[in-house]
Nanobody
Framework: QVQLVESGGGLVQPGGSLRLSCAPSGSILSINGMGWYRQAPGKERELVAAITSRGNTNYADSVKGRFTISRDNAKNTVFLQMNSLKPEDTAVYYC???????????????WGQGTQVTVSS
């Protein structure tokens, strides 16, 4: 079964940068929207950034000007460049995408397993 695989999380000091990547683990037919969500301890999961197949983007107010979402359509990969990181950005970051794996299946919503981002001195 195809899954979304994330990479790039870790520990960084305030003001530092990290780049997250996410892609399906196997072959897919086509992919639509892709995005990143995060969930901090004791809080609900929230949208961080999203990008459509045409490249239109949407950001949470808290990350505008600091985070950049992009995608490589040839590799079905989505990236999240995170700059000027703050302690309040600490959370588990989840990749999300809508794709179909064959002509016999419709578009489904998929989630990655999550990657920890910790911003601390």
């Amino acid at each position: 079964q195809v899954q979304l695989v994330e990479s790039g999380g870790g520990l960084v000091q305030p003001g530092g940068s990290l780049r997250l990547s996410c892609a399906p683990s196997g072959s897919i037919l086509s992919i639509n929207g892709m995005g990143w969500y995060r969930q901090a301890p004791g809080k609900e999961r929230e949208l961080v950034a999203a990008i459509t197949s045409r490249g239109n983007t949407n950001y949470a107010d808290s990350v505008k000007g600091r985070f950049t979402i992009s995608r490589d359509n040839a590799k079905n990969t989505v990236f999240l460049q995170m700059n000027s990181l703050k302690p309040e950005d600490t959370a588990v970051y989840y990749c999300n995408a809508q794709f179909r794996v064959s002509v016999y299946s419709g578009y489904r919503d998929y989630w990655g397993q999550g990657t920890q981002v910790t911003v601390s001195s």
